[in-house]
């Protein structure tokens, strides 16, 4: 079971550097692509797609805009888990163990 994203689980956090696309926006992290989403104002997804902003950066900026109508505020137990008390879907861990597995099944295809 992962409990954190340090060390070799690491780069399965939406703070890893990673270059992903949403509606031919490039982002520069998960994180900002997330950050991005919570507000529908254009000016606020060039911020998010600003590689120089760090990712603790915008997570703290993100708090301050106007979210879309979408019902999800901090402490969201659809996509992660509360780590005191162990409730929570965990849907984004679940769906990155899933690509993962199809990664690792991929690779040894090519072997």
């Avoid at 949403?22 to 991005?36: F, K, L, N, R, V």
């Avoid at 507000?39 to 603790?56: F, L, S």
């Avoid at 137990?77 to 993962?100: A, H, P, S, Y």
């Amino acid at each position: 079971m992962i409990k954190e994203f340090r060390g070799k689980t690491k780069w399965l956090s939406n703070f890893s550097p990673v270059k992903i696309v949403i509606d031919g926006i490039e982002y520069p992290s998960t994180e900002h692509a997330y950050m991005s989403a919570k507000c529908a104002n254009p000016t606020w997804k060039k911020v998010c797609a600003n590689e120089t902003i760090t990712c603790g950066q915008i997570k703290f900026l993100g708090s301050t805009v106007k979210l879309v109508d979408e019902g999800n505020n901090w402490g969201d137990l659809i996509w992660g888990v509360d780590i005191e008390t162990g409730e929570g879907q965990n849907l984004l861990g679940k769906l990155i163990m899933e690509f993962r597995e199809t990664l690792i099944m991929e690779f040894r295809e090519t072997l």
